[in-house]
């Protein structure tokens, strides 16, 4: 089973048509709800990240059906400002989703996989995040932040075939690219050696590669075009 969290926005949504083809799939979402309704191997189900309550419900709820967990962790916030005028509860909102709930999914779901000898844990992290963009001082944290929660979990869980490894992400034709300014995009291109955004289907052959891959474990692999 994999569980896709973030999957009702940007390239989550997109993503669901290619995991459907490798096992069954749960796709959460939290404040937009899914314009397609579930279906034979695709299951919606609303989840709180902020919430420890809903996660531990969330579980409880699946766990009849949760075998060889893939768990992908799509969803995250971003609040954009300078770090002198950053607000309090933006940073808190982004730390809550990206790495708090990040860890508290994975912590609920390590049972499962623990017993079974088998899980793999997919974080998607972002070359805007390593690059430490102004403005992102929140996102580029909580971005980085996951590479060392990745390692951990990878090392603390090898001796259950459980592997954690990270997706560091650069720009794809879909998701954030959407919301910029056409001068915005030009200029991003022309960074890009190829001068092409990435297409899903790349995410969606490396999270094959790395389910079917146990060796490969606490990796961050760039999926960026080389920009």
């Not at 899980?119 to 972002?126: F, L, M, Q, V």
Request: hydrophobic share 40%.
């Amino acid at each position: 089973m994999i569980i896709l969290t973030g999957a009702s926005g940007g390239i989550g949504k997109e993503i669901l048509q290619y995991l459907t083809g490798i096992d069954q799939v749960i796709g959460t979402y939290n404040r937009t709800v899914p314009k397609n309704q579930s279906e034979d191997k695709l299951f919606y189900d609303k989840l709180n990240l902020k919430d420890l309550q809903d996660i531990k419900s969330f579980v409880k709820r699946w766990e009849d059906k949760l075998s060889r967990v893939t768990l992908i962790h799509f969803a995250a916030s971003s609040a954009d400002a300078l770090a002198a005028n950053y607000k309090d509860s933006d940073w808190d909102q982004v730390m809550e989703i990206n790495l708090k709930g990040n860890f508290a999914l994975t912590r609920a779901l390590l049972p499962i996989m623990i017993q079974e000898r088998f899980g793999r844990i997919i974080h998607i992290s972002s070359v805007v995040g390593i690059q430490s963009r102004p403005g992102t001082i929140a996102y580029s944290t909580s971005k980085t932040g996951l590479l060392g929660m990745s390692r951990v979990f990878a090392k603390e869980n090898a001796r259950f075939n459980i592997t954690s490894n990270v997706l560091v992400l650069g720009y794809f034709e879909v998701g954030l690219i959407e919301t910029l300014g056409d001068e915005v995009k030009k200029g991003i291109l022309n960074q890009i050696p190829s001068k092409s955004f990435g297409k899903v289907s790349n995410i969606a052959n490396a999270i094959k590669f790395l389910i079917e891959s146990p060796y490969v474990n606490g990796a961050a692999i760039n999926i960026d075009g080389a920009i």
